[in-house]
Structure formats: C-alpha cells, structure tokens
C-alpha cells in the first residue's frame, strides 16, 4: 500500500543539458537518472530545501522542479502524475530519439 498519497514527499528532478535525460538530485548533490537515488524530501519545509539545492547545482541541467512522489512499503518511489511517470520511464525520449537516427 503507499504512502503519503496526498503528494507530501517530492523529488527534484530537471532535464540534463548534454543531452535532455531526465534527471533527479540525489543526496550527495549530485543529478542521476536513477529515481530510486533521489534525495527525498517528506514536508513542506524539506521540500523548500531542496529545491534551493536543486537550483544551486543546477549547472548542468535545465529548469530544476519539485516532483511529487508515493513511497511504497519496500521503498519504492513512483511519481504521481501521469505526465512525471512517463518522464521517468524515459518512453517518449527514447522514441524520439530512434526515430531521428532512423530518418538521419
């Protein structure tokens, strides 16, 4: 069963400039497409934070947001909304992507 349904925890997530990877800051201040690494903020106040961080760090990347996310009992974090899960599946990157190298 998850958790915080209400959107209560989040994620800082941005798209990578090299090369438009999603991404999402991890604790260590560092931006991994891993969703599973995200640093997690779980209040209003934490959530602040990071968001600060994420625009600190925010070199590398476009445009850093606050997503929210559910925790599963095991640990798992899923985004909420349609339009974040499709973005960290990556499914419309990647077939974009294979479509211009097949037409190139």
């Known amino acids: 069963m998850a958790k915080n349904l209400s959107g209560d925890l989040q994620v800082a997530s941005a798209n990578r400039l090299v090369d438009g990877l999603v991404v999402y800051l991890d604790d260590a201040g560092r931006w991994t497409p891993r969703l599973d690494r995200a640093a997690l903020a779980r209040d209003r106040s934490e959530s602040a934070i990071l968001l ?8 590398t990347v476009v445009d850093p947001f606050l997503v929210a996310v559910t925790e599963s009992d095991d640990g798992t974090i899923e985004p909420l909304s349609l339009r974040e899960k499709i973005r960290a599946a990556g499914l419309t990157f990647d077939a974009i992507a294979s479509e211009a190298i097949r037409y190139a």
């Open 52 to 59: 600060e961080r994420a625009r600190a760090e925010a070199f």
